[in-house]
T-cell receptor
Framework: DTEVTQTPKHLVMGMTNKKSLKCEQH?????MYWYKQKAKKPPELMFV???????INESVPSRFSPECPNSSLLNLHLHALQPEDSALYLC?????????????FGPGTRLTVT | AQTVTQSQPEMSVQEAETVTLSCTYD???????LFWYKQPPSRQMILVIR??????QNATENRFSVNFQKAAKSFSLKISDSQLGDAAMYFC??????????????FGAGTTVTVRA
């Protein structure tokens, strides 16, 4: 199984809503990532979890709150978002301490903030 | 962070022909890893090919091959016998060997490839 799944596929939320994005992998990867991707742009790294601990926060606003409940799951909690937060949110996973190993990406959640 | 430059925003290729995508990068490291990722429209990003900097031999994966010129810091991707399914945005990415736990990729801006039937 080389799949990273993400739910929901699409999400529309108002600026006062609270919602969560979910990501799951069963490849035994111990690194998991959240990226934000605007149209026709490369992914921008938001957070990295290593062994279920947050290891990188790329100065992301606090209205984005990541959570890694176990080694297979990664959540991104959203609250009081702005319209400019509308984007494709990608989850990825990889092995750790394997320099050449690739990141596996999920299909993404397309988020629209109204 | 290392800078990765893809100077071609868009490329168009006739089906069955060959197209080459350029990528240059800036680094002071001697050991590193380079990747080409493909992101088809509304589909997930997948790895196309990878290259270790200490290996002289250019990587090849079926119709995809790279021309790795370490001294020139160039890592171009050649797609041979282009197929309609090759239409996608292609990203060149760099990874430092120092990031063993925090696997950060530096992405280029991307090149959109269109395949004409």
């Amino acid at each position: 199984d080389t799949e990273v799944t993400q739910t929901p596929k699409h999400l529309v939320m108002g600026m006062t809503n609270k919602k969560s994005l979910k990501c799951e992998q069963h490849m035994g990867h111990r690194a998991m990532y959240w990226y934000k991707q605007k149209a026709k742009k490369p992914p921008e790294l938001m957070f990295v979890y290593s062994y279920e601990k947050l290891s990188i926060n790329e100065s992301v606003p606090s209205r984005f709150s990541p959570e890694c409940p176990n080694s297979s799951l990664l959540n991104l909690h959203l609250h009081a978002l702005q319209p400019e937060d509308s984007a494709l949110y990608l989850c990825a996973s990889s092995r750790i301490r394997d320099r050449l190993y690739e990141q596996y990406f999920g299909p993404g959640t397309r988020l629209t903030v109204t | 962070a290392q800078t990765v430059t893809q100077s071609q925003p868009e490329m168009s290729v006739q089906e069955a022909e060959t197209v080459t995508l350029s990528c240059t990068y800036d680094t002071s490291e001697s050991d590193y890893y380079l990747f080409w990722y493909k992101q088809p429209p509304s589909r997930q990003m997948i790895l196309v090919i990878r290259q270790e900097a200490y290996k002289q031999q250019n990587a090849t994966e079926n119709r995809f091959s790279v021309n790795f010129q370490k001294a020139a810091k160039s890592f171009s991707l050649k797609i041979s016998d282009s197929q309609l399914g090759d239409a996608a945005m292609y990203f060149c990415a760099y990874r430092s060997p120092l990031d063993l736990n925090d696997y950060k990729l530096s992405f280029g801006a991307g090149t959109t490839v269109t395949v004409r039937a």
